[in-house]
Protein backbone atom coordinates (compact mmCIF):
# COMPACT_ATOMS: atom_id res chain seq x y z
CA UNK A 1 0.00 0.00 0.00
CA UNK A 2 2.91 2.50 -0.95
CA UNK A 3 1.35 5.73 -1.19
CA UNK A 4 -1.85 5.11 0.15
CA UNK A 5 -3.34 7.28 3.25
CA UNK A 6 -2.86 6.53 6.46
CA UNK A 7 -5.29 8.61 8.25
CA UNK A 8 -8.51 7.60 9.48
CA UNK A 9 -10.52 10.57 7.64
CA UNK A 10 -9.37 14.05 6.05
CA UNK A 11 -9.83 16.47 8.34
CA UNK A 12 -6.57 14.85 10.66
CA UNK A 13 -4.58 15.34 7.94
CA UNK A 14 -5.90 18.59 6.79
CA UNK A 15 -5.01 19.95 10.61
CA UNK A 16 -1.90 18.50 10.64
CA UNK A 17 -0.59 20.14 7.49
CA UNK A 18 -2.21 23.35 9.10
CA UNK A 19 0.73 22.68 12.35
CA UNK A 20 2.78 21.68 9.46
CA UNK A 21 3.11 24.81 7.76
CA UNK A 22 3.44 26.89 10.93
CA UNK A 23 5.95 24.90 11.80
CA UNK A 24 8.09 25.51 7.83
CA UNK A 25 7.23 29.22 8.63
CA UNK A 26 8.79 29.21 12.39
CA UNK A 27 12.04 27.31 10.74
CA UNK A 28 12.29 30.08 7.82
CA UNK A 29 12.75 32.56 10.57
CA UNK A 30 15.13 30.62 12.56
CA UNK A 31 17.32 31.25 9.30
CA UNK A 32 16.43 34.75 8.43
CA UNK A 33 16.65 36.12 11.83
CA UNK A 34 20.89 35.54 11.95
CA UNK A 35 21.11 37.17 8.69
CA UNK A 36 19.32 39.93 9.03
CA UNK A 37 21.57 40.20 11.95
CA UNK A 38 24.71 39.98 10.21
CA UNK A 39 23.75 41.73 7.44
CA UNK A 40 21.21 45.17 8.66
CA UNK A 41 23.28 45.22 12.08
CA UNK A 42 23.39 49.10 11.54
CA UNK A 43 22.55 51.94 14.55
CA UNK A 44 18.98 53.05 14.51
CA UNK A 45 18.60 56.63 12.23
CA UNK A 46 14.95 57.45 14.00
CA UNK A 47 13.44 55.87 16.98
CA UNK A 48 11.67 52.90 14.96
CA UNK A 49 12.81 49.40 15.35
CA UNK A 50 15.52 47.42 13.09
CA UNK A 51 15.40 44.78 10.42
CA UNK A 52 16.76 42.72 12.77
CA UNK A 53 13.89 43.39 15.63
CA UNK A 54 11.08 43.25 12.93
CA UNK A 55 12.18 39.75 12.31
CA UNK A 56 12.83 38.89 15.77
CA UNK A 57 9.30 39.79 16.08
CA UNK A 58 8.35 37.72 13.16
CA UNK A 59 10.82 34.52 14.53
CA UNK A 60 8.91 35.07 18.16
CA UNK A 61 5.21 35.12 16.61
CA UNK A 62 6.01 32.22 14.72
CA UNK A 63 6.57 30.18 17.60
CA UNK A 64 4.23 30.61 19.80
CA UNK A 65 1.88 30.26 16.96
CA UNK A 66 3.34 26.73 15.97
CA UNK A 67 3.02 26.14 19.66
CA UNK A 68 -0.54 26.87 19.76
CA UNK A 69 -1.57 24.93 16.68
CA UNK A 70 0.49 22.41 18.20
CA UNK A 71 -1.03 22.04 21.26
CA UNK A 72 -4.20 22.19 20.38
CA UNK A 73 -4.06 19.90 17.74
CA UNK A 74 -2.67 17.26 19.89
CA UNK A 75 -5.61 17.79 22.63
CA UNK A 76 -7.98 17.22 19.68
CA UNK A 77 -6.64 13.91 18.68
CA UNK A 78 -5.66 12.73 22.23
CA UNK A 79 -9.97 13.69 23.21
CA UNK A 80 -12.76 13.06 20.97
CA UNK A 81 -10.42 13.27 17.66
CA UNK A 82 -10.70 15.80 14.75
CA UNK A 83 -13.60 16.79 13.21
CA UNK A 84 -14.74 19.41 10.71
CA UNK A 85 -15.25 21.86 12.95
CA UNK A 86 -11.92 21.81 14.42
CA UNK A 87 -10.54 21.32 10.33
CA UNK A 88 -12.08 24.61 9.98
CA UNK A 89 -11.21 26.29 13.45
CA UNK A 90 -7.84 25.29 12.79
CA UNK A 91 -7.15 26.61 9.00
CA UNK A 92 -9.15 29.59 10.15
CA UNK A 93 -6.47 30.35 13.10
CA UNK A 94 -3.62 29.93 11.11
CA UNK A 95 -4.74 32.19 8.59
CA UNK A 96 -4.93 35.28 11.95
CA UNK A 97 -1.76 33.66 12.68
CA UNK A 98 -0.09 34.35 9.49
CA UNK A 99 -1.67 37.80 9.97
CA UNK A 100 -0.18 38.13 13.86
CA UNK A 101 3.28 37.47 12.39
CA UNK A 102 2.38 40.24 9.25
CA UNK A 103 1.70 42.32 12.03
CA UNK A 104 4.79 41.86 13.91
CA UNK A 105 7.28 42.69 11.05
CA UNK A 106 5.31 45.53 9.13
CA UNK A 107 3.65 47.46 12.03
CA UNK A 108 5.12 46.08 15.68
CA UNK A 109 3.01 47.63 17.69
CA UNK A 110 1.44 45.90 21.13
CA UNK A 111 -1.80 46.80 20.76
CA UNK A 112 -2.14 45.96 17.18
CA UNK A 113 -0.74 42.43 17.89
CA UNK A 114 -3.48 42.06 21.31
CA UNK A 115 -5.61 42.73 18.65
CA UNK A 116 -5.02 39.23 16.85
CA UNK A 117 -4.27 37.59 19.75
CA UNK A 118 -7.34 37.89 21.36
CA UNK A 119 -9.54 35.78 18.55
CA UNK A 120 -6.43 33.56 18.21
CA UNK A 121 -6.60 32.45 21.91
CA UNK A 122 -10.85 32.70 21.80
CA UNK A 123 -10.46 30.07 18.67
CA UNK A 124 -8.44 28.12 20.40
CA UNK A 125 -10.22 27.53 23.69
CA UNK A 126 -13.38 26.64 21.50
CA UNK A 127 -10.99 24.49 19.60
CA UNK A 128 -9.58 22.59 22.32
CA UNK A 129 -13.03 22.19 24.21
CA UNK A 130 -14.29 20.35 21.70
CA UNK A 131 -11.69 17.54 22.21
CA UNK A 132 -13.75 17.02 25.95
CA UNK A 133 -17.58 17.44 24.45
CA UNK A 134 -18.04 13.55 25.02
CA UNK A 135 -16.32 13.59 28.52
CA UNK A 136 -18.71 11.95 31.18
CA UNK A 137 -19.05 15.26 32.76
CA UNK A 138 -20.96 16.87 29.75
CA UNK A 139 -23.17 13.54 29.32
CA UNK A 140 -24.45 14.36 32.99
CA UNK A 141 -22.73 11.16 34.57
Known amino acids: MAGANQFPDGGT ?13 WLLGLFIVPMTFRLMNKPRVSGGPTP ?8 RAARDS ?17 TPV ?22 PKWWLELLVLIPIAVLQIINSAFAFRNSPSSRGQ
Do not use: P
Open 13 to 25: EAVWVAVYTMFII
Open 52 to 59: HDRMSNYC
Open 66 to 82: FLILLGSTLINQSGYGI
Open 86 to 107: NVALTWIVLGLCVLWILIGIVF
